[in-house]
């Protein structure tokens, strides 16, 4: 099963994405949507899976949960906006990971692409970055990946060029 995850869009979708996630059969979007036009457009395209993130309207609140927890093969999947980060996971999920952790724990909220096992935990935690125009990040970014019955392999972050700068 092939992967395309991103987050932080805030209602902007980069014209080459699709043209990176045109061999995933899913997309996984962790939160600030941004409206529900971009969701819509997104799940045109893929399936989508879906969080709301802490800029998305009541619209997209009713579209989406806040949490997602999926099987993905035989991987046990988590995904939410707000998550923190190793050693620095937000308080409304850091007693769960440690009870029931996922396989693979997806986050969005910081804007900052970081892939790391946490050996702590058990699990691999991804955020994907921004990949919208608006926002504080330098670089626009989301991630491709495959998941074969446990295994998550073939991770790869795509740079969609720098926030700020002409899109073409």
Not at 133 to 142: I, L, R, S
Request: aromatic residues 10%; proline residues 4%; glycine residues 10%.
């Amino acid at each position: 099963m092939k992967i395309g995850l991103l987050s932080d869009t805030h209602g902007w979708i980069h014209p080459r994405l699709f043209d990176h996630f045109e061999g995933c059969e899913e997309i996984w979007h962790a939160g600030d949507i941004g409206n529900i036009q971009t969701a819509d457009t997104i799940s045109a395209f893929r399936p989508l899976r879906a969080v709301y993130g802490n800029i998305d309207d009541a619209i997209v609140r009713r579209a989406f949960k806040e949490d997602l927890h999926f099987m993905a093969e035989d991987t046990r999947v988590w995904i939410t906006h707000i998550g923190g980060s190793p050693d620095h996971y937000n308080h409304r999920v850091r007693s769960s990971l440690t009870e029931n952790p996922p396989d693979i724990f997806i986050c969005g909220h910081s804007h900052i692409a970081r892939v790391i096992y946490d050996k702590k935990k058990g699990f691999l935690y991804v955020n994907p970055g921004a990949a919208g125009y608006n926002g504080f990040h330098k670089y626009m970014t989301a991630i491709r990946f495959q998941i074969d019955g446990t295994s998550i392999h073939d991770l790869e972050l795509i740079e969609l060029g720098e926030r700020g700068k002409a899109v073409i």
